[in-house]
């Protein structure tokens, strides 16, 4: 059973471009979560979707990011026209249907290593 | 603010002897704390989890501690190895069962 999977690995981006990170979930999850990780600080939440659905997108800033899990394919975290504080590592994580646990664990993908010069 | 952090943000220690790691939170709503591993390169790894209602879990050469009165969090590692090392974080849950509120991370370098 194959991981979370997160393309690319590394991506540079000059200011004014757009990123665009993939994350295929686990096979059988269906809630997709996205955390960005500045350079030595630990990760932060940014939005949680379910497909076709966001469910909570606090962490997400308000303007030129935005986040997408379709029906079919990959959840797609989506900047537009990058700054070079957007550069970090952006992890995806799942989960599969929700448990009546205190704790839904996530399983987090390598992470995608922006770079914005 | 509320927030997770960490005592010290390196450690050193030679094969075969134990780890402490620390972890400090201020928000006593946090029901529910987990500890990663994160490696060079990867992704957050689970290590283990303990509640709030629980002062100490064990699993495979880890050992978790929890002093709600002092709000202090610890993962003990017994007889580290060098595939120990690594970033290790604290993480907390409050009030969902999904947002994690990570630490900045202790860096674990193990000697041979």
Known sequence: NAGVMQNPRHLVRRRGQEARLRCSPMKGHSHVYWYRQLPEEGLKFMVYLQKENIIDESGMPKERFSAEFPKEGPSILRIQQVVRGDSAAYFCASSPLETSGVYNEQFFGPGTRLTVL | ?112
Not at chain 2, 1 to 15: I, K, R
Not at chain 2, 18 to 26: H, K, L, P, R, T
Not at chain 2, 67 to 82: C, G
């Open chain 2, 1 to 112: 603010g509320e927030s997770v952090g960490l005592h010290l943000p390196t450690l050193s220690v030679q094969e075969g002897d134990n780890s402490i790691i620390n972890c400090a939170y201020s928000n006593s709503a946090s029901d529910y704390f987990i500890w990663y591993k994160q490696e060079s390169g990867k992704g957050p790894q689970f290590i283990i989890d303990i509640r709030s209602n629980m002062d100490k879990r064990q699993g495979q050469r880890v050992t978790v501690l929890l002093n709600k009165t002092v709000k202090h969090l610890s993962l003990q590692i017994a007889a580290t190895q060098p595939g120990d090392s690594a970033v290790y974080f604290c993480a907390d849950l409050r009030g969902s069962n999904y947002k994690l509120t990570f630490g900045k991370g202790t860096l674990l370098t193990v000697n041979p």
